[in-house]
């Protein structure tokens, strides 16, 4: 068994199995006699050390020093590791520190690395941990036997330190490196042997070390970074061409780039940032086919670029100086998709669109203004795809947009704009509209197409309806301002609409799908405003499907019923008439029903709903469900329902096909759970409520695979529990143990243990009460299960 503080007994119990017992595992017998806090253990472990072991090991366990119990807190660990590591010779700091679950080790403790600084060998001992990292702490230069320990994969120095070890090539699995070496002289030979590296960052080192640069020996180096080092000419640099991302940054020496990097096949971003001596960009960037990011800033020397050296084959990123021109070549670009968030590169674009024949898509993101722009989308014909986030003053970029004839799709948010031209309502092809997130902007219904596939208006200040019919298959208007809506209706041919916070929820109380021209399209109504808007929908509305009506603004008025044998899904909110029974009757073909916020009736109606699989029931008044008829009731959800007691649950057992059952707050009476609901074949049973003790007969449910315990306290969980044979996901959210959860449960092999863990810790559960529910590499421990219930 693989080692885990969590579960020391058991770890104790499985080496005491094991073929070498106990020569082969003194070590990890230390480990658990230094963590347990079992008298007995303690005791049995002391003896064999005394029996199988050496006189300097039994020396470190007789120490006082102890392991914390809950295995937390790496730099306690590691000190004490090392204190034990000063009384045996051979005590293996590392690979102990590593089964405890660290990984990395910090030297910028002054106690610990004087105490490395005299006895050496202590550092050797690390290996079996993965990062280090050293700073200015040591009294000299930096100890030898750091490269004993060759399980490092990260290594970060800072300090005034001049040399690296001479062995440090002796770290074979090294993957990261990051070096703040302000003094460093040179990188020793065997530095260059180092080929796991993949990244390597250089900071502010002010020497000569460039002559000892042999960055091309490291053949899997993807990230190199230079911040703030003495590079003056590198243009004889040579770089591996493996990189993938390569960044200059605050280099205020460096006067030329080496030639190397255009011939970087698999460069994907370069950077160069506040390099103020450097002259030139050296020709060849448009050969790297992979390069999808340009970030050329603060870079006052550089007199102009040139287009095929920023719009290379794959890039679609660019942030480039204001002050550098960018100079025409005539060259025609394969870009298809370019991402600008640069005012300067979008007017290149705009001003050369011969230049580009094959763009499709445009991005402009993040808080580009365009008040000194002086040309329009309408530039670029060939735009399918326009995505802008973030922008202000954006009247002359959409002055031309009807020019863009083959644009397909049209997204603005978290824009700084109070109106939109009449140019859309020219572009023939579009299909999908976005504004979202534009609080000032007021669009004028005229100014759209006649026909368009989705039109989304979140979150902007009011839209007024046009004169002409608008023919959408989705339509979504919510956060804003119809001063009449009945005028939108008038206009409106849609399949979906979605209309919610209109008006901010003083609307009117007249009916509006009356208006509709063709309310027979209507598939799908999602409203958030009040009922009496919509009360005669079945009625006009002969194809709908979905209807969800959620009446927020608290209106009385009646749904009036019309036989729809079409409506498959129906979700009422707040609603205040007592007709639901003639509604049920008029949608025999309901598939899903969700009630919330319904008073009218306590009584379930007596209605047969044959299609019925889904039921949501929340803040209603139901005390039972008798007298409705679904035998293809597959899932029931009763919350917040605290008038349902007894007497219903104990008769859910008539819904035979019933397989998910889900209670969160019912009424008090209920204390128990009725044997009845063990005859259900449940998969899913979240008991949502508390009980003095959970029946037994529960264990009859075997094809439970989810469980819920819904909160309760107990003194033992019921040991039927880990009994169920199908049971893969246990919720103890919100419960509490008296009693530690026994060993006896390893045996469920839960595959995840739903149990919120609190930022304020004194709330949460000593983890020692539910380990044994944990089966470790195999249970996650999830906030919430990975599909919602």
């Not at 005590?91 to 089964?99: A, E, H, R, S, V």
């Not at 020497?207 to 053949?219: M, P, R, V």
């Not at 000194?372 to 973030?390: D, K």
């Not at 009460?769 to 944990?774: E, N, P, R, V």
């Amino acid at each position: 068994m693989e080692f885990n503080k969590e579960y020391i007994t058991t770890y104790y119990k499985s080496i005491k199995a094991e073929k070498n017992y106990p020569e082969a595992f003194l070590y990890e017998l230390f480990l658990v006699g230094k963590i347990s806090r079992d008298k007995e253990i303690i005791a049995e472990i002391s003896e064999i050390l005394q029996e199988y072991g050496t006189s300097e090991i039994n020396s470190a366990f007789k120490t006082r020093n102890k392991l914390p119990e809950n295995g937390k807190g790496s730099e306690k660990v590691i000190n004490t590791l090392l204190h034990f590591g000063t009384k045996d010779p051979l005590f293996p700091i590392g690979k102990l520190y590593n089964m405890m679950g660290f990984s990395l080790v910090f030297m910028d403790n002054t106690a610990i690395v004087q105490k490395l600084e005299k006895q050496p060998d202590l550092i050797s001992r690390l290996n079996g941990i993965n990062e280090l990292r050293i700073k200015e702490v040591f009294s000299e230069e930096i100890p030898d036997e750091i490269c004993d320990i060759k399980s490092l994969e990260v290594l970060e120095i800072e300090g005034s330190y001049k040399k690296l070890p001479e062995a440090i090539g002796n770290l074979q699995k090294l993957e990261i490196v990051n070096l703040d070496l302000p003094e460093l002289a040179y990188f020793p030979d065997s530095f260059w042997t180092l080929e796991a590296i993949k990244e390597l960052d250089l900071e502010n080192i002010s020497t000569g070390f460039q002559a000892s640069l042999h960055l091309d020996k490291l053949s899997n180096l993807v990230e190199l970074t230079f911040l703030k080092v003495n590079l003056t000419d590198a243009s004889q640099l040579e770089l591996p061409l493996s990189l993938e991302k390569l960044s200059f940054i605050r280099l205020e020496n460096i006067s030329k780039l080496p030639n190397s990097f255009t011939s970087l096949k698999n460069l994907q971003r370069i950077q160069i940032y506040k390099c103020p001596n450097l002259k030139e960009i050296p020709d060849g960037l448009e050969n790297l086919k992979n390069l999808s990011s340009i970030d050329f800033r603060e870079i006052p020397s550089i007199k102009g670029i040139k287009d095929k050296q920023l719009f290379t084959e794959s890039c679609n990123s660019f942030s480039l100086d204001k002050n550098i021109p960018i100079l025409n070549t005539g060259t025609s670009f394969l870009n298809s998709e370019l991402l600008i968030s640069d005012v300067k590169i979008l007017e290149y674009v705009l001003a050369n669109p011969k230049n580009f024949p094959n763009l499709k898509s445009l991005k402009i993101y993040y808080n580009p203004d365009f008040t000194n722009l002086s040309l329009g989308l309408g530039e670029l014909p060939t735009l399918e795809s326009v995505a802008i986030h973030m922008v202000s003053n954006t009247e002359t970029l959409f002055s031309n947009i009807d020019k863009c004839k083959q644009l397909k799709s049209l997204s603005i948010s978290n824009a700084n704009m109070e109106s939109f031209p009449e140019g859309l309502k020219k572009l023939p092809y579009l299909e999908y509209l976005s504004f979202n997130s534009c609080p000032k902007l007021i669009l004028q219904g005229d100014n759209l197409p006649k026909k368009i596939k989705e039109l989304e208006l979140f979150v902007i200040k009011e839209f007024i309806p046009g004169k002409h019919y608008l023919e959408t298959d989705s339509a979504s208007f919510a956060h804003l301002i119809l001063e009449n809506p009945k005028n939108l209706f008038k206009t409106l041919i849609t399949k979906k609409l979605k209309f919610s916070q209109i008006n901010k929820n003083k609307n009117t109380q007249e009916e509006l799908t009356q208006y509709l021209p063709k309310p027979e399209a209507l598939n799908t109504l999602k409203v958030h405003t009040n009922t009496a808007n919509y009360k005669d929908v079945l009625l006009h509305c002969t194809q709908l499907e979905h209807l969800d009506l959620n009446n927020e603004e608290e209106s009385t008025a009646v749904l009036t019923t019309q036989p729809a044998p079409q409506l498959k899904y129906l979700k009422l909110s707040s609603y205040k008439a007592n007709n639901l029974e003639d509604i049920l009757k008029s949608t025999p073909n309901l598939e899903t029903l969700d009630i919330r916020h319904y008073e009218a009736s306590i009584i379930f109606p007596r209605v047969s709903l044959p299609y019925l699989k889904v039921l949501d029931l929340s803040y209603t008044r139901f005390k039972t469900l008798e007298a409705l008829h679904a035998p293809a009731l597959h899932d029931l959800r009763i919350a917040l329902s605290y008038e349902f007691g007894m007497e219903g649950y104990s008769k859910l057992n008539r819904f035979k096909s019933l397989k998910k059952l889900s209670f969160v707050g019912i009424s008090r009476e209920v204390n128990t759970i009725p044997e009845s609901i063990t005859e259900l074949e449940l998969t899913e049973f979240l008991i949502g409520h508390n009980f003095e003790v959970l029946p037994e007969y529960i264990k009859k449910m075997t094809s439970l695979e989810t469980l819920s315990l819904g909160g309760n306290e107990f003194v033992d969980l019921p040991t039927w529990i880990a009994d169920l044979p199908k049971l893969d996901r246990l919720d103890i959210d919100g419960c509490r143990f008296e009693n530690d959860v026994p060993e006896y449960f390893q045996k469920l092999k839960l595959k995840e243990l739903k149990y919120y863990i609190s930022k304020f810790g004194g709330f949460n559960m000593n983890p020692n009460k539910y380990k044994y529910l944990i089966t470790p590499g195999y249970t996650q421990l999830k906030k919430e299960f990975t599909k919602d219930i």
